[in-house]
């Protein structure tokens, strides 16, 4: 059987600038990975040197016969100290957007990938109420190197940003999390402070974005909460404030990216733990292929007439195998949310290389692998699968041995 995709639908693969460039020396992260009984268990150090190396990782992109990478900005080198915007980190950005459309490769820019400067932390961060001038001032100054870029990422995940600033604010006040919410992929309520002034920044940068005639819009963690028989309104009451809240704001947006690897069942007291024995990836998480089509049907459901960009899926595995047999299985389920009629415009796969996950280097989500001490990339079996579905348009339901044996 073979599915195939529409005309022009954009192939890539996605990464974001602290978990490859290395060095991220001004950022907030990198503060936090540095600082002395950091619980971190790795820095991200050199990561996959890719601020010197994305030309050779663009190459690679192209090489396989994807049309589009997703790379993001890093605010703390356009602005390593308030208001001192460095040249040569935008001319080094511009660079990078001109080298994938040389290449003929779509570039897709986030400008907010979890990081934030360090002085921006320092001064309040997303609590401050001059946050969102903040950011806004930022935007403008990243506006004249967007020339060309068709696909503005504001700000990524701002749901799993929120609740991860839920869980730091409880650990500073020594609070532990309430039943349900230890469970692999399941966090507490966001921040809501935060919710709101990351919706408030997204807004902002959509302001200077649009102004300067640049579609935009931001990226939402989708979870795929799902009732267990019985539980329906705790599921409805645990998504909204996680999820929906989220991609509500993006109602009138150009576009929404659909981030989505897993589901989390909820139960009559919360979210519920993966079921013993079910097969899980290097993060711990349920392997559940048909988390993609889900989560395209629901956002699609939730914000009609808004296009959906796929900017990320993927799996942590340290079996290429089973990294093609779980993308198969969430595009077999995309290509079904397609065939229903929802306006899927690409797939990014997450991600290009193997790269620093928050705090560690071994769940691999990489169709390419880095060498950590010479940085040299391997291209994986997955990377060339991909690559074939790209240059076709179609996915065929071939054995997973048979694709991967060299031709
Ligand atoms: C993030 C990525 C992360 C990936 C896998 C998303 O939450 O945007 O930065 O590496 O998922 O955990």
């Avoid at 100054?141 to 604010?169: F, H, Q, R, S, Y």
């Amino acid at each position: 059987m073979e599915l195939s995709f529409p005309e022009g639908f954009l192939w890539g693969a996605a990464g974001s600038a602290h978990q490859i460039e290395g060095n991220n020396v001004a950022s907030d992260l990198w503060a936090m990975e540095n600082r002395p009984g950091s619980v971190m268990p790795e820095r991200s150090g050199d990561a996959c040197d890719s601020y010197h190396r994305w030309g050779e990782d663009l190459d690679i992109v192209r090489g396989l016969g994807l049309t589009a990478y997703r790379f993001s900005i890093e605010w703390a080198r356009v602005e390593p100290a308030e208001g001192q915007v460095s040249l040569a980190a935008l001319a080094h950005y511009r660079r990078m957007i001109e080298g994938c459309l040389e290449r003929g490769l779509t570039p897709v820019v986030t400008l907010h990938h979890f990081t934030s400067p360090l002085w921006f932390q320092l001064a309040g961060g997303w609590s401050s109420a001059e946050a969102v001038a903040r950011f806004r001032r930022y935007v403008r100054a990243v506006l004249p190197i967007l020339d060309g870029v068709e696909w503005v990422c504001t700000v990524n995940e701002p749901n799993m940003l929120a609740m991860v600033a839920a869980i730091m604010k409880r650990g500073e006040r020594g609070e532990h999390g309430e039943h349900g919410e230890s469970v692999a992929g399941a966090l507490p309520p966001p921040d809501q402070e935060m919710a709101d002034a990351l919706a408030a920044a997204h807004r902002a940068a959509r302001e200077e974005l649009g102004a300067a005639g640049l579609r935009s819009g931001w990226t939402v963690a989708n979870q795929n909460f799902e009732a267990d028989p019985g539980a329906e309104a705790e599921r409805d009451a645990w998504a909204w404030p996680r999820e929906d809240q989220f991609l509500d704001v993006a109602a009138a947006d150009d576009f929404i990216g659909v981030q989505a690897y897993t589901r989390v069942r909820i139960g009559r007291r919360g979210a519920l733990p993966v079921p013993d024995g079910a097969r899980r990836t290097l993060m711990g998480w349920e392997f559940y292929p048909a988390a993609l089509g889900d989560a395209v049907r629901y956002t699609a459901a939730r914000l009609p007439g808004v296009p959906i960009l796929v900017t990320e899926n993927g799996i942590a595995t340290a079996d290429d195998a089973e990294r093609v047999e779980y993308t198969r299985g969430a595009l077999a389920g995309l290509h079904g949310a397609i065939a229903d009629g929802i306006d899927v415009r690409g797939y990014l796969h997450w991600s290009l290389l193997d790269n620093y996950e928050w705090g560690s280097y071994r769940p691999t989500f990489g169709l390419v692998a880095v060498d950590r001490e010479t940085f040299a990339r391997t291209v994986k079996p997955s990377a060339r699968w991909l690559g074939a579905i790209a240059r076709t348009g179609v996915l065929s339901a071939g054995a997973v041995h048979e694709e991967l044996s060299p031709a």
